[in-house]
């Protein structure tokens, strides 16, 4: 049996001494250079753009402009951005395509022999703006008095969500005690290892061709051939080793602009390869962000600790395009009630169009946000009621049977009291706290007596898997099982499949699962992925939790059908399968009634910390993080996945301060947006796998990467409450922001 060890990656020799080949590297060396040239305006229209000095510029072969693009707009759900802000263009597009919304907003791209001559005649553009109003947050963009899409609507709230439960008056009047907050949740920046990078070329069968690392192989094909108004098949797209992606690599950065190099250069009559990288500055200004939000919460609960009523308004910045803003909402919207049985709820969520960075995925996709208000409001309910914030959970808990937040029963499985109960168990939640080594945030300036406060806290959650909303939801997988007519069993088994390796282990896990499926030997199993030329189609994106249970399933269905191919004399013997989970539903748009997920994953998490009273300085000493996995794969990457999970999630409560200000983001560099080094990151972290099988998943697995993200912030600052009294109601936990309301209190 493979599934279910702890078996090494396969590709982990070649990435810890360098020889994994990442989208920025073995670049041609015939490969001629490009450059992307950003507006550098928040919200302004184009007058007229001068080219002639950068066409004229040394070493410059081409320059690409809008009157280049065939169809000028893209979008993954929605298409509502221009592929390049200009003038002359086709006119084919549903967005005033002379408009720049976003200071990243693109303009041109220049191909030159080198990058640095590329750079250099990129200054050498003139360009004649039009101002017009920035809209810089949430708050301007509802007055209204500036429309960002004036052709999405009548107000810059584009996108709506409802949720109307129950009989909302009679839960008030049944409530004994009401808790209400006004909360913040920031933006984030993915910090991702490797920068956007891309190289594209016209292959010999005429095909666009585009090596690049992202998510979503064949969408990014659909949306490169969209603009560039051809066939599919027209377009090829290759991921080469991903280094990271979070949900920021699901969109468009460099796949669109660098084909239409590829095609520039080639109607030169040039047949030479075109590669861009981005800086890190440019990676961060250029690409998505986790939604910045403000969400306004009422809880109200009897004095035995049973939740009667929620009421929500949740705003989240989509900031200039929708990217994914419309999915992530929805998130939001279906986690702000928490993982309880709630009989009478009112939510109100709104996506708002801004002149801002625009939102996007991102690890947890608007669950962080909507879990960081519930548990927030779980915490504080807890106080006022002098219960235990663990009995209170177990008291509201969703289970097998319970009706969801929007009428429609749970999918069988829901595990969550086991998840509560084993990490209340092992965080020893009614014992003392875990014995911490002394805090000195200065080292030279040691604590005073009495200065550092020791506190615990408690959050549990869940978290879809798979797509949601009635988008349809797929995944295939081909394999090929090798050997001569004298072999009883198959020897050897190809594995063609789109899921990419974006750091997570799902390239390990597909193989495991094959050599598990089909009795080949793990050695003998190869893969064959994230390439829209193999013969295996679509496997939708890597996110939303869902490759390791959609991959699972089909490799099974897979390994089936190639094994009856097997047993029929087929050599090879090839077996495709195309994975489709039970369908979701959309919500209705009135009350939220609908089935919106297929299947859930569970999460609780107990979090100590130290606090110097005297600095603001805060300390995570151990995180107790348990996960109902259904089946670990391998468990040896499940724990890297909750290891990795929190300390990114321990960057965006304690560190990660994205300033935006009136549209430009201030501080594009890691020397002023602080992630995590090896110093910051909780002392301990106590990784607990459950396995209790989902009814669906292969082998019993559910999805899990998201999960240990989504309670972290609430347990963290209800240990900071705990340690010192005061609640937060908005982060990062900066010394300065730590410090300002400790003195206020």
Known sequence: MTVGSDDRRFDAHDKVTGAARYAADGVAADALAAHVVFS??????????????????????????????????????????????????????????????????????????????????????????????????????????????PEAGPDNAYHRLAIRKGDVAAGWADADVVIEGTYRVPHQEHAYLQAEAATAWIDENGRVTVETGGQWAWEDQQQIAHALDVDDDQVRVIYAAIGGAFGGKEDMTLQIVMALAARKVHS???????????????????HHKRHRGTIHARLGATNDGRITVVEADVHLDAGAYNYTSNKVLGNAHLSVAGPYEVPNARIDSKAIYTTTVPGGAFRGFGGPQGAFVAE???????????????ELRRRNSLRDGSEGITQAIMPEGVTLPQVIDRCAEDAQMSGELFPAEPFAPIASLPPSSGAVKRGRGF?????????????????????????????????RADLYHGAAEVGQGVHQALRQMVADATGVPLDEVRGYFSDTGNPAADSGSVSASRMTFMSGNSVLG?????????????????????????????????????QPNFCYGYMAQAVEVSVDIETGHIRVDRVTSVHDVGRAINPRLV????????????????SENLQVVDGRIRNPRFSGYLIPGIGDIPEHVESVILELADPLGPWGAR?????????????????????????????????????AALTDA
């Open 40 to 149: 550098n305006q928040p919200h302004a229209r184009m007058l007229a753009m001068d080219i002639s000095g950068a066409e004229a510029a040394d070493g410059v072969v081409a320059v690409v402009t809008a009157a280049d693009v065939p169809v000028n707009e893209y979008g993954l759900t929605m298409f509502d951005q221009p592929v390049l802000v200009g003038l002359g263009g086709s006119g084919r597009t549903a967005v005033d395509d002379t408009v720049s919304r976003w200071e990243a907003d693109k303009i041109a791209v220049i191909i030159a022999e080198t990058a640095e001559q590329a750079r250099a005649a990129a200054a050498l553009i003139r360009v004649e703006w039009e101002p017009l109003p920035v809209v810089a947050d949430i708050d301007q963009a509802m007055a209204n008095e500036t429309l960002v899409h």
């Open 703 to 739: 999805g899990m990467a998201e999960m240990p993200y989504i309670t972290y912030a609430p347990a963290v600052i209800a240990a900071v409450h705990d340690a010192t009294g005061v609640w937060f109601d908005e982060f990062p936990l900066t010394p300065s922001r730590v410090l």
């Open 639 to 654: 724990r890297g996945q909750i290891e990795g999970a929190v300390v990114q999630a321990h960057g965006y409560v304690m």
């Open 459 to 491: 959050a549990s959650g869940y978290k879809n898997v798979g797509f949601s909303f009635g988008f349809p939801e797929r995944c295939e997988a081909e394999i090929h099982l090798h050997g001569d007519d004298t072999d009883e069993f198959p020897v």
């Open 558 to 594: 897979a390994a089936e059908e190639a094994e009856k191919a097997w047993r029929d004399g087929a050599r090879p013997a090839v077996g495709t399968f195309r994975y489709t989970p039970p369908p979701t539903e959309q919500l209705d748009p009135e009350t939220g009634a609908g």
């Open 268 to 286: 030169l009559g040039i047949d030479r390869p075109v590669h861009c990288r981005w800086s890190r500055e440019e990676s961060i200004v250029g």
């Open 376 to 390: 927030m409001q779980m915490n504080k309910l807890a106080e006022a009621l002098g219960m235990d914030p663990v």
